[in-house]
């Protein structure tokens, strides 16, 4: 079974940046594929970004692609989000997730306890 941990969260003033971090607990982490989402107060828990298991191909929500941008090395089981120039609305609780690449929560099989981001001035 295969445990994901998220790291990196915090608050941050808007404009500012956070890298967040996914380490996985197995070595056949680098034939997987993997995403982040997010889950604000009283909405749903909505896409963010996946890669390929390679790292070849990758999808970042419309929104979101001129600030944020996902990475993995394989090489440490990890995958990361840089997210950049952060806005209030970027705020919630980020779930590192992996068995897909898809933008539908239900299609991945492995997920993390949640890292929060808050940007508050």
């Known amino acids: 079974q295969m445990q994901l941990v998220e790291s990196g969260g915090g608050q941050v003033r808007p404009g500012e940046s956070l890298r967040l971090s996914c380490a996985a607990s197995?070595?056949?982490?680098?034939?997987?594929?993997a995403g982040w989402f997010r889950q604000a107060p009283g909405k749903e828990r909505e896409f963010v970004a996946a890669i390929t298991w390679n790292g070849k191909t990758r999808r970042v929500l419309e929104s979101l692609k001129d600030r944020f941008t996902i990475s993995r090395d394989n090489a440490k089981n990890m995958v990361y989000l840089q997210m950049n120039n952060l806005k209030p609305e970027d705020t919630a609780v980020y779930y590192c997730a992996a068995g897909s690449w898809g933008p539908a929560a239900r299609e991945y099989d492995y997920w993390g306890q949640g890292t929060q981001v808050t940007v508050s001035s």
């Open positions: 197995v070595r056949t982490f680098d034939n997987i594929p």
